[in-house]
C-alpha cells in the first residue's frame, strides 16, 4: 500500500511538472512516462518532455494502427491520421477481384519509420513491399523495424526503387511532406524543432512533392494500381487536380474524427 501511494505520488508530481510546461495530455503522458522507467532514466526523459521534445521521441515509440512504431530523435512521428492511408490502401487490397497477385506489391515513399509499411504488414503479411525515405536516420530506423518482411531504400521518392517495380505496383502510398514552406515556422515547436525539415516541407504551395509524384506514379502503376496520397483538407482539391492531370480516376476519402484526407489515384485496367 505504501509502494502503492509513493508511485501515485511519483506520478502526480510529473502531471504538475508536465502541465507547468503547457502539455494539454498530461495525465495521460504522465502515465505513460512512469509506466516507461524509474529513478534517475525517468527524471532525464521528464525533463526531456518539459524542455518541448515529442512524447514519442521520449519514449522511443509512437501509437500507430494500433502497434507501437519505434521513432528516434529527429525524426518525423507518425500521427494518428496517417492511420487513413493505411486503413484505404487495406481496402483496395481487400476489394481486388479475381486474377489479383498473390503478393500484391505495395510501395510507400517518404516512408519515415515505415509506420504505414509496418501496420499494412501487421494487417496483410503476404505482401512484396519496398520503402523509400530521403532521411539516413528514418530509413535506418524503418530497416530495423521492417527487418527481413520489406525493403527499405534510402532516395529520393522513384530513384532508388528497383526497375523490376515498373508497372507492377498494386498500391503506391505517400505521405510525402506537405507544409507550405512560409507555414513551418508557425507549427508546433515539438515539430518544427525536434523533426527533420525534409519531412515537413512541402515547396511554396506544399505540393512539391505531390507534383512530383503525380508526374511518375503511373509508369510505376500496374493496371488497375492505385496511388494514396495523404493531403490536408484545405489541400485536396488541388492534389486531386494534380492525381487527375496525370491520367489518373480520382476520389477523396476524409475522415473528419482524425481529421485526415488521402486522394486516391487509380490507374485504369486493361481490357483484354
Do not use: K
Not at 518525423?76 to 498473390?102: K, N
Not at 507492377?168 to 515539438?190: G, H, K, W
Amino acid at each position: 500500500m505504501v509502494e502503492q501511494r509513493a508511485g501515485q505520488g511519483d506520478e502526480q508530481h510529473v502531471v504538475e511538472r508536465l502541465r507547468a510546461a503547457g502539455c494539454v495530455f498530461a495525465e495521460d503522458e504522465a502515465r505513460l512516462l512512469v509506466e516507461a522507467a524509474t529513478g534517475s532514466e525517468r527524471e532525464a526523459m521528464v525533463r526531456r518532455r518539459v524542455a518541448g521534445e515529442p512524447l514519442e521521441q521520449v519514449l522511443g515509440w509512437a501509437s500507430f494502427d494500433g502497434l507501437r512504431v519505434p521513432v528516434v530523435p529527429g525524426v518525423f512521428v507518425p500521427r494518428r491520421r496517417t492511420e487513413l492511408l493505411v486503413d484505404v490502401a487495406d481496402a483496395l487490397l481487400r476489394a481486388a477481384g479475381p486474377g489479383a497477385p498473390v503478393r500484391p506489391v505495395v510501395v510507400e515513399l517518404c516512408c519515415g519509420v515505415a509506420a504505414v509499411s509496418a501496420a499494412l504488414l501487421h494487417r496483410r503479411p503476404a505482401l512484396d513491399l519496398v520503402a523509400a525515405d530521403l532521411d539516413p536516420a528514418a530509413v535506418g530506423r524503418a530497416r530495423r523495424t521492417l527487418g527481413d518482411r520489406a525493403s527499405v531504400l534510402e532516395g529520393d521518392l522513384f530513384r532508388p526503387l528497383p526497375p523490376r517495380l515498373l508497372g507492377r505496383v498494386d498500391v503506391l502510398v505517400a505521405n510525402a511532406p506537405y507544409v507550405p514552406t512560409s507555414a513551418i515556422a508557425t507549427m508546433p515547436p515539438e515539430a518544427r524543432l525536434h523533426e527533420s525539415v525534409l519531412a515537413l516541407d512541402g515547396g511554396a504551395d506544399g505540393l512539391d512533392l505531390h507534383r512530383r509524384i503525380a508526374g511518375e506514379a503511373r509508369a510505376w502503376l500496374a493496371p488497375g494500381g492505385s496511388l494514396l496520397v495523404e493531403t490536408s483538407e484545405a489541400q485536396a482539391d488541388a492534389t486531386e487536380a494534380l492525381l487527375a492531370a496525370a491520367g489518373l480516376a480520382t476520389r477523396v476519402h476524409r475522415d473528419d474524427d482524425r481529421d485526415a484526407t488521402v486522394v486516391v489515384g487509380r490507374a485504369e485496367a486493361r481490357v483484354g
